[in-house]
């Protein structure tokens, strides 16, 4: 097996984490594997490096400074594997075989990354090479970064650009948990998780695995959380199923949506539970609903919206805090989910061209991972085609 093993900070926080480290390696070499590692910088590091910036830093002194951290465990990590007997060599921007270019903001340059990980791919047969995650070197040989949390980033592109079968993420949890052990009690692993699933966690503060780290899995590439304390690379932990996609998905059937005003809305906490259970209990579905401020819709299936119109005209007629409903038909739906791994405004990406076609937006409804447009029936296939266009 080819595989990638990626040690976070908490893995490499000490002289025993590290030892640990470097022995886990040297089991998988001395089973026959191809090993790649990627080091993060040793416990809080980073955090510790910048604090150090109390002055206005230009952004080369910045990541120069901050890339310490990931150089100093390389160093460490080439040592005690060298202890052990596994030649290894280590590898930090600047190095002759450094893998990872960018332009000078981070943004990497695929093609060449591709082409120097393949060739960095050949060499593991003969050789451990220890890589610095996070950091990468821009055309002009100045050190970039990932962004925070960006080890995870360097470890999922190289398993991809290398071809290896599976990439080890080393950390202190024994995989992606039910919840934040740090946080919550009984907190267990969940086994497995998709890419999806995982990718909305982790936009949302699950630091277990950095988010754009996912836009580089594929099918074929195994991504596996494991504790750095299980010792064994090659078994346990959490499976990451599935493949980052891009999805752009038009909704078949028409919607109707149901919009209620009334200017207590805002200050009626309870409201959008309240009305969305009345209409739940009517086994209407809701496909997606929106707030304005003296305003609440509701989406539903066409055929439900005088159902839905009526029950919410009762609550209307009852209720003095509402003052109006009405309905809308003939809406289509178009979510977009993914986006492109290396760019972050996918709502800016997928509502400008419709937009700027003056194709009417009933609403837009994002999050971090996905957007939903609602536009006219009529329009829905000129919409499509113009968010096609951009990814
Ligand atoms: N659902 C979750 N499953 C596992 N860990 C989680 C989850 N949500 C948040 N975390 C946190 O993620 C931490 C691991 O991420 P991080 O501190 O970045 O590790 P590393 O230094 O190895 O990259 C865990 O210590 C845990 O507190
Ligand atoms: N050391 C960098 C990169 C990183 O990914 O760290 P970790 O793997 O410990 O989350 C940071 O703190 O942002």
Redesign the pocket.
């Known amino acids: 097996m080819r595989v990638v093993a ?7 926080g000490n002289g025993d984490r590290i030892n640990r480290a470097a022995d886990s390696i040297a089991a998988a070499v001395q089973q026959g594997h191809e090993v790649a590692v990627v080091a ?2 040793m ?5 510790e490096l910048l604090d150090g910036i109390e002055y206005e830093a230009a952004d080369e002194d910045r990541a120069e400074i ?1 890339s310490m ?2 150089r100093t465990s390389v160093r460490m990590l080439k040592g005690a594997l060298a202890a052990r007997g596994i030649e290894s060599v280590f590898l930090e921007p600047g190095s002759e075989d450094w893998p990872i270019i960018t332009d000078e903001y981070g943004e990497v340059d695929v093609e060449e990354t591709r082409k120097r990980a393949h060739a960095l791919a050949g060499q593991l047969k003969d050789v451990v090479p220890v890589m610095t ?2 950091l990468a070197e821009d055309h002009h040989g100045n050190v970039t ?10 470890a999922v592109m190289m398993g991809n650009y290398m071809d290896a079968d599976e990439v080890v ?1 080393v ?1 202190d949890v024994e995989g992606v948990m039910t919840g934040d052990p740090r946080v919550v009690e009984g907190a267990r692993n969940v086994g497995e998780i998709s890419v999806d699933e995982l990718r909305s966690l982790s936009f949302r503060g699950a ?1 277990v695995v ?1 988010p754009s780290a996912l836009s580089y899995k594929d099918a074929a590439l195994g991504v596996r959380v494991v504790h750095y304390q299980h010792g064994d690379l090659l078994t346990g932990g959490t499976s990451i199923e599935g493949e980052f996609q891009n999805l752009i998905d038009l909704q078949e059937n028409p919607v109707a949506c149901v919009t209620v005003a009334g200017r207590a809305i805002r200050n009626s906490p309870g409201i959008l539970a309240e009305l969305s259970g009345a209409i739940a209990e009517e086994d209407i579905n809701i496909e997606a609903n929106s707030s304005g401020m003296d305003s609440l819709t509701f989406y539903v299936d066409a055929d439900d919206a005088d159902d839905a119109e009526a029950l919410l005209h009762s609550r209307v007629v009852d209720d003095e805090t509402l003052s109006s409903v009405t309905v809308e038909d003939g809406i289509a739906v178009i979510r977009v989910t993914g986006g492109d791994p290396s760019q972050s405004d996918l709502a800016r990406r997928v509502v400008d061209p419709v937009s700027e076609a003056h194709i009417h937006l009933y609403d837009v409804i994002t999050s971090a991972t996905s957007v939903s447009v609602f536009v006219p029936w009529e329009d829905r296939e000129q919409a499509l085609e113009l968010i096609q266009e951009v990814f």
């Open positions: 990626k040690f976070g900070g908490t893995s490499l993060s910088a416990g809080n590091t980073t955090d901050v951290g990931e995650g996070f970064t990932l962004g925070r949390g960006g080890s995870d980033t360097s993420i950390t630091e950095a």
